[in-house]
């Protein structure tokens, strides 16, 4: 589902009814963002377990499907790119990786793309899915010796960090979302306790209650923040 919205959130076809409900990547939390929170939830739940009991497999399970996600971001990379500079609309001076290309040369511009240090626009989050699966199993070793601690200290301070970097750029992309995996696959290698505590101290009427609450609350600060700062630029 959160890759459906992020490729209709970039589908250059305005007005369209589904920005109603993707909010056209001008929401507080971004379908992408959703992607990390939800994958690190499942690799906790799924891995964690595994981890303890099948180390090695485990973690060569894990760095093939980076090593897949790697390739696939840079295949689609490649042909968003082409598809852009010879069918695209935008003037091929103005292209945003032409520019690059030309400002750093040839060689920068390779090497950057080899080490995941660009990626073509939408696609750039899967570049941040590439590493942060490859460092899964560290963290799920630790985790699944009860050193869950160390994981979400290092996760908050290497946040803190990018805190003084700019916030489009990519280290600092980087650094947020990968608070959110991380923190998430806690949050997953601990989720049938989390069940277990919320079972046992708030009723199912509370809890529905309780969600209800959290999406009314969401598309009410969501669309009037919104409005008014369509009224303020306005």
Known sequence: LFLVVILINH???????????????????????????V???????????????????????LLRRSL??????????IFCMAFEYYIGRTPREEI????????????RFILDTLTLRFAFSWAEFLSHYAIFIAL????????????????ASVSVLLWFISLGTAPADTM???SSWQLLFFIAMII????????VFFRKTFSKKTRLRFTWGLMGVR???????????VGISS
Not at 11 to 37: H, V, Y
Not at 189 to 194: F, L, S
């Open 172 to 174: 600092f992309i980087r």
């Open 96 to 107: 945003s990786f032409v520019v690059r290309l030309h400002s750093e040369g040839t060689a």
């Open 219 to 229: 598309f009410f600060f969501i669309y009037t923040f919104d409005a008014l700062n």
């Open 68 to 77: 897949k996600v790697y390739c696939a971001t840079l295949l689609l990379g």
């Open 39 to 61: 994958s690190g939830v499942l690799v906790g739940y799924i891995y964690t377990n595994k981890m303890k009991k099948q180390p090695k497999s485990t973690t060569l399970k």
């Open 11 to 37: 589908i250059a076809l305005f007005p369209n009814i589904f920005m109603l409900f993707t909010g056209k990547s001008e929401l507080w939390f971004s379908a992408a963002e959703g992607f990390m929170t």
């Open 136 to 151: 899964a199993p560290i963290a799920l070793w630790l985790i699944s010796h009860s050193k869950w601690w160390l994981v």
């Open 188 to 195: 997953g290698a601990h989720y049938t306790q989390i069940l």
